[in-house]
């Protein structure tokens, strides 16, 4: 009986075809294996496991019972890899960050701040554009804030992804909710991109700003100081949060509960807020405190940062799919789009 050899995790593989020389990997792109003796047997066991998902998101391994067989991946992971030739380990992983679309509130011109206003119509276009210009970057997961303007701008900028993996809010608020939740189809639940809601990305609490108008509120104390509560460092607003207080609770969620994810390979999206993410673009800069007063987010723009080898590059913001440009932000990035393309068109 030939040993039964236990390859390494290619990702979450579709379906293997019974010819037992390749199968297709969605996340991973064609795996193919190369049995060097007769007797090739392929068993795609699905292991649960995944440390980051309460859903027993499935990992699966290609077990090879032959004497020998080599499974290598075709079309390098869009995260990690063990390239056949050079057998150099990459752990290139993409962070999108997008703020969210115009708000009801932002129409107004009031302070919003915590308080939990939805998107406007605007707004609501602006998350599909978003979605339209990130729809060819790989999402393996996505954090948003507890407040619906994040979540809908998340979930409507998904509907524009070529992927068309489903986003799905994980609830584990109670035991009740998170077993009631759950979803017991594997194929199914390798369809998701799980959706994490932090209220540490919530936006700055602006304090006793929240509902005033903004231009009422500047003619009332003066440009300059609202300016000051608005964009400075460290001056919170009236019994409010400056973006030094702020930075404390998203800087240290996305360190804690992000960055490792990034690390192990997982190509990330957030969805938060105009202040939540200048603190946390702050860091990922290395913006003084001087710096940062001058950094403005628009609505619903996303920005690509490549995460690799412990560091953070800023890419830019993605051009709609439309727009005529290079797409080569990098290889493994080129690569799943050609996926995409192979596996969608
Ligand atoms: O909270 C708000 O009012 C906006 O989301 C951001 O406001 P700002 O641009 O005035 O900080």
Known sequence: MAATTLYQSVGTLQSCRNNGNSGLCPDYGHVSFRSVSKGFKVDVGLLRGGSFCSRKRSTCVIQASASQATVFDEASAPSSATTSDSNKKTSEAA???????????NEKNLFTGCVDVPLTTKG??????AGKRISNIPVDMIYTSALIRAQMTAMLAMTQHRRKKVPTIIHEESEQAGAWSQIFSEDTNMQCIPVVTAWQLNERMYGELQGLNKQETADKYGSEQVHEWRRSYDIPPPNGESLEMCAERAVAYFTEHIEPQLASGKNIMIAAHGNSLRSIIMYLDKLTSQEVISLELATGIPMLYIFNKGKFIRRGSPPAPTEATVYAYTKKLAQYRQKLDDMFE
């Open 95 to 105: 962070l999108i960050l997008i703020r969210h679309g115009e708000s009801m509130w």
């Open 124 to 129: 609501v276009e602006e998350a599909v554009e």
